[in-house]
């Protein structure tokens, strides 16, 4: 019995990362349905981290209110650090990338993070290189494959394939179906894209520290969505000039932005802390090419975006890298010993 309780609590954080990359699977296409209709996004991820803060500092007051440590300068830098880098500059810099490009595109531009995750874990020493070693030179050459797969997903198109398509138009996805797409945007999108998986995989860094110098999972959520709430808030007055977009209603834009703050925000956040503390950053990135394939299916559907060959081939790179960069790993998980300071 007691061995089927210790398989059963290995696999919580596979089963929260099988959630959360769902659940970011729909925040890509809501981001795109949002754009459609005229919605702005620097608004709409404002709206998303004022309603993930609203939704967990209750859960922090009543679970953590007698086992939070003691609350450090350190912890609220890696707080303000982890939500800048994995909260408001990663989600608008994806989100401008999106707008550009399409919701599967940007969505598998997002599989670069294991790659990178694995660069700067090397830098912080995280993770060791170990070349002479079965384990290193798989991550190597998952990381190659990776980029290799971004470069393809880039720079070739293919054969558009023929999937089924559902007969729901939302509002405003007709008109925006008609907009010229604008020059740069080939360029553009797929930088700024890039940019926001580096932004994303350093934020995993800072969690893994945050989350091993303050281990109350519900304080730690709490606090970098009242961070990124600040940051993205602050981000949104400055650039968007319309206060009519600022305005929620009984409508889409009500759901939408309670989807992304209570369970793309609030939820997933709180399974993100759990599972980098139990497995390491390492182990959260190797979850994203799950988003892809939700993204893919779901964008077909929905959103009538057209599915090319080298994009579904680029999709197989993704999970052929998986395979072979994941290390075994120990009962203990990953090994963030070396972060600290000495």
């Known amino acids: 019995m007691g061995k089927i309780c210790d398989k059963v609590h290995g696999l919580k954080p596979v089963i929260m990362m099988v959630f959360v990359q769902i659940a970011y699977a729909g925040m890509s296409l809501f981001y ?39 609350l450090t300068w350190m912890v609220m830098l890696l707080a303000f650090l982890s939500a800048l880098f994995g909260g408001s500059m990663a989600q608008n810099l994806f989100a401008a990338s999106l707008v550009l490009t399409s919701a599967t595109f940007a969505t598998a531009m997002i599989n670069l993070i ?21 384990a290193g030179q798989a991550k190597v050459l998952g990381t190659l494959i990776g980029i290799g797969g971004a470069m393809l997903l880039t720079f070739y198109k293919g054969l558009e394939i023929k999937t089924w398509s559902t007969k729901v138009v939302f509002s405003g996805q007709m008109a925006a179906s008609h907009q010229h797409q604008k020059p740069y945007a080939h360029i553009l999108g797929p930088i700024l894209a890039i940019c926001s998986c580096f932004s994303t995989a350093l934020s995993l860094i800072f969690q893994a520290k945050m989350s091993e110098l303050y281990p109350c999972h519900f304080s730690s959520t709490a606090l970098i969505s009242i961070m990124g709430a600040l940051q993205a808030g602050v981000f949104a007055l400055c650039t968007e000039r319309d206060w009519s977009q600022w305005k929620l209603g009984w409508n889409l834009r009500l759901l939408i932005v309670a989807y992304a703050g209570i369970v793309a925000s609030g939820i997933t956040i709180i399974f993100l802390m759990f599972s980098v503390r139990m497995r390491g950053p390492l182990f959260l990135s190797i979850f994203t090419p799950l988003m892809l394939v939700c993204v893919a299916i779901a964008g077909s559907l ?19 890298r998986c395979a072979v960069g994941e290390e075994p790993r120990n009962e203990k998980g990953f090994q963030i010993d070396t972060f600290e300071e000495q």
């Open 114 to 134: 294991p790659g990178i995750t694995f660069v700067i874990a090397i830098f912080f020493r995280l993770e060791k290189l170990g070349l002479k070693t079965r």
């Open 32 to 70: 795109k349905l949002a754009s459609n209709n005229g919605m702005s996004l620097r608004v709409l991820i404002a709206y998303r981290f004022l309603f993930a803060a609203a939704t967990v500092i209750p859960l922090a007051l009543y679970f953590d209110r007698k086992t939070a440590p003691k």
């Open 302 to 320: 929905f959103l009538n975006e057209k599915l090319h060959l080298g994009r579904s081939c680029d999709n197989n790179i993704w999970i052929v």
